[in-house]
């Protein structure tokens, strides 16, 4: 008894626990565009290139207060253990000429206390560095943009993969209903001896094979929903509903590509001309490198010394002011700064050439895009014609063998076929699906930025 009551609090510990988790649970119904915008505020990868555009920001921030005044304030308070001695010529004190008196100046504390402050008046490597800091935001914000786009591509693909495994799992259970019936039918018709048990078995080992197919298929939509929570960044325990209907998406979104595309459209074009300018901002900070720099600097500061340690008291400070300017002119570095230009020209003429093969790479793709949408359009429209024609065979056989005038071993054939007919129809559905949103990343109208 004094065990249960020990364990009492462990199981109400974790009841509570999966309560707690119970009520946890989000319900979310989404729509495609929802599904992605729900994407773009909570998947990692967005909020990691948010971050980085912030950290971006936060650096030409930094850059920018080096062109600021630069104030220090310092105060010291010093005791000596032995005061510093210094050696004085012997003359001084009437000694022989070349010797030296060890003398000992100053007092036991010592204080100081003082501002610095500097203001940079010109600086070539600041001033472009500064708009290259700038840049550097710019393309962090593209690349935030270029993540949204893959992502959104990404979810497209779930979203229409769930929608149609969905479809096809509706399709399967009409199949489980029809070849049951045709199963207990059949079950009916060999008890009455009017079939032979192999028709009978046939029925029997079809129907076994649906149910099995059902249930895989029943698994294949839960980790392809647990799929999509995951890539739009939901949790695996909440609840997920799509609002999008797949009749509703054919009709408005199954067209014929356009045969006109401008590649400049893709945010990957855009990211790199960026970089180029960076590049290019590059090879003038190396340049303006060899101009001079100019600062202004002053400082002022108070200090005491005493025998006891009484700095606080109401004794005299004494002050040091001082205010001037600093030019620093480059004269020779070994040639270092040359090495440096030609570093950053050859970059610029590298990032051409890669802008020149990406550019036709792109083409490339859309063309490849293009042909692959085209292809599958065609497909599905093929499959959809064997699916109907597959429909009808299955139908008019059945009603035949019902009739009398057919046999199962025909009827049993049609439904294979029929099934054949479906896989291949929702293979081709797939398909024309995920060339329609590769299509779309391909001609820059994923998503708009």
């Known amino acids: 008894m004094l065990k249960k009551f020990k364990l009492l609090p462990v199981f109400v510990l974790i009841t509570f626990q999966i309560s707690a988790q119970q009520t946890n649970k989000n319900q979310y119904a989404f729509s495609l565009q929802q599904a992605v915008d729900f994407a773009i505020k909570n998947q990692v ?34 005791k000596f253990i032995d005061i510093p001695t210094t050696f004085v010529p012997g003359e001084f004190f009437g000694g022989d000429p070349g010797s030296f008196y060890p003398v000992q100046f100053g007092q036991n504390y010592s204080s100081t206390a003082g501002l610095t402050a500097s203001q940079l008046l010109f600086d070539g490597s600041y001033l472009v560095g ?17 993540t949204k786009t893959d992502l959104a591509a ?123 300018r960076l590049l290019q901002i590059d090879l003038k900070l190396k340049r303006v490198a060899y101009l001079p720099s100019l600062a202004a600097f002053g400082s002022y500061s108070v200090n005491a010394s005493r025998n006891d340690f009484d700095i606080f008291e109401n004794k005299p400070w004494y002050r040091t002011s001082l205010v001037g300017l600093k030019l620093t002119v480059p004269v020779f570095d070994g040639f270092q700064k040359a090495s440096r230009v030609k570093q950053a020209r050859f970059a610029v003429d590298k990032i051409d050439n890669t802008i020149q093969s990406v550019s036709q790479g792109l083409q490339l793709e859309v063309q490849t895009a293009r042909t692959s949408l085209i292809n599958a359009l065609a497909s599905l429209d093929t499959q959809g014609e064997n699916r109907k024609l597959a429909a009808d065979v299955a139908r008019i056989t059945k009603k035949k063998f019902e009739e009398g005038v057919g046999s199962s071993l025909e009827v049993m054939d049609a439904e294979t076929a029929l099934k054949v007919a479906e896989t291949n129809y929702y293979t081709a559905l797939i398909e024309a699906y995920i060339a329609k949103v590769d299509y779309a990343k391909a001609t820059g109208t994923l998503i708009k930025n």
């Open 45 to 78: 990868s967005v909020k990691n290139a948010e971050l980085d555009k912030k950290i971006a920001k936060e650096k030409s921030d930094e850059l920018l207060g080096i062109g600021l005044p630069q104030i220090n304030g310092s105060a010291d308070i010093t």
């Open 130 to 146: 500064l708009k290259a800091s700038r840049m550097y935001v710019d393309l962090m914000h593209k690349q935030v943009n270029q």
């Open 154 to 276: 990404t979810v497209s693909k779930a979203y229409y993969n769930v929608l149609i495994l969905q479809e096809q799992t509706q399709i399967l259970d009409a199949n489980v209903k029809r070849l049951k019936k045709l199963r207990d039918d059949m079950k009916a018709t060999y008890d009455n001896g009017f079939a032979e048990k192999i028709d009978y078995d046939r029925t029997v080992l079809a129907y076994n094979n649906i149910i099995t197919e059902k249930e895989k298929l029943d698994r294949m939509v839960t980790l392809s929903v647990n799929l999509l929570k995951f890539q739009i960044g939901a949790n695996v325990q909440d609840e997920l509903t799509l609002t999008d209907k797949l009749e509703d998406i054919k009709s408005t979104t199954m067209i014929n590509p356009a045969d006109t595309i401008d590649v400049n459209n893709r945010i990957e074009m855009d990211v790199l001309q960026t970089t180029k």
